[in-house]
């Protein structure tokens, strides 16, 4: 079933459910599927490789940097690079995302230098990011809040009357498999199914939240909940980065041309643990983590690439290298950062002054000023 096809049937809790959508297999074969056909340059393939070997490498470093005290903690994207890359990269410049506090994938692919995240969980900076400059909002520890904001926006967007123009803009928020529990994220399907709007939800079905498996967050598969608000709801290999560029690529075009929202859920494996103050060896078998090593979405990329000669190795080695580089650029940055005035804390709470910030940031600086003596 394709977007379109649920958009339209008649008894829409009725439809059978579709089939998981993958063109990349995990031992690299292409295949196709009728309903998602993907045409990409041996180009554009290396980029989308480039991609997911530097986000993975960043991810790596950050969480280098955390069990070495430079960072306090860090939420690992390991093992999610093709959910990531292929959504990120299939975002119009007008599009806005709003995510949770683990889509480093996104924000490389928005642009947003990484040294942004660092500093955030570094301590450094109460935000980050101006979110229009790369439309990308601020990463969400909030469990499924974001949801709400962005129906919120893509309402915004519809009532500017620009869907289906040159100017229309879709709205994507990302999520989690625990989130979908979460009272926000089933308010936000309802804002979003009855007023129609142009957003995609984009789940990140990891298998676990923190350590609760995926059992105990739903009895039916995740993307059968948006038939209940009245939406179509898809499955996507999470670990195929061509099937979650086409499936998105498609959702966001139906966002933009008024056609309503989507529930992707990207099924894929989180293969590291929760964030760095978790230890996943207590709650799931090392037999399951090494099963998802095989269907790891960096080598079906390199497999599918070898086997139809768009790169040798040099290109692999380069990219390698590259990556290598970069990481060890972003722990000079990181280290090298200046740590922020205690006052500037007081700064960019409210858009003008306010009496209470106002007379706590005086308190503060007595209480700074004290130590002085």
């Known amino acids: 079933m394709t977007i379109d096809s649920a958009r339209e049937a008649p008894g829409l809790t009725e439809a059978p459910p579709p089939e998981l959508i993958q063109l990349l297999t995990p031992e690299g074969i292409r295949v196709e599927h009728p309903d998602y056909p993907l045409d990409l340059s041996p180009e554009e393939i290396r980029g989308l490789y480039r991609d997911l070997v530097m986000v993975r490498k960043v991810d790596l470093e950050a969480v280098a940097l955390t069990r070495q005290g430079e960072l306090g903690l860090w939420a690992s994207l390991l093992g999610q690079e093709a959910a990531q890359v292929g959504s990120g990269r299939a975002l ?53 809040s974001q949801t709400l904001h962005a129906a919120g926006y893509a309402m915004g967007v519809q009532r500017d009357g620009v869907l289906g123009t040159e100017n229309a803009a879709g709205t994507i928020a990302y999520f989690g498999d625990g989130a979908t529990s979460q009272g926000d994220v089933n308010e936000a399907f309802v804002f979003a199914s009855v007023f129609n709007a142009p957003i995609v939800f984009f789940c990140q079905n990891n298998q676990w939240a923190i350590s609760e498996p995926l059992e105990k967050q739903s009895r039916i598969p995740l993307y059968k909940r948006a038939q209940g608000f009245g939406f179509p709801g898809l499955r996507v290999d999470g670990n195929d980065v061509f099937a979650c560029l086409a499936v998105t690529r498609r ?100 858009a003008e002054g306010h009496s209470l910030i106002s007379e706590e940031q005086r308190r503060f600086a007595e209480y700074l000023e004290s130590f002085d003596d």
């Open 92 to 144: 119009a410049e007008r599009d806005m995302v709003f995510p949770t506090y683990r889509e480093h994938g996104v924000a490389w692919c928005r642009g947003l230098d990484p040294l942004r995240l660092l500093a955030l969980f570094r301590g450094l900076s109460n935000c980050g990011w101006d979110p229009a400059e790369h439309n990308f909002h601020l990463y969400t520890i909030v469990i499924g």
């Open 251 to 350: 959702a966001l075009e139906a966002a933009r041309t008024g056609q309503g929202p989507t529930l992707i859920e990207a099924y894929t494996y989180r293969m590291g643990a929760h964030t760095t103050t978790d230890d996943p060896t207590r709650y799931r078998l090392a037999a399951e983590l090494e099963s998802w090593k095989l269907k790891d979405p960096i080598e079906r990329v390199k497999a599918y690439m070898v086997k139809n000669e768009l790169a040798d190795a040099a290109f692999f080695d380069e990219v390698d290298a590259e990556a290598k580089r970069y990481a060890t650029d972003l722990r000079r940055r990181c280290l090298e950062m200046p740590d922020p005035e205690p006052l500037a804390i007081f700064e960019n709470v409210y």
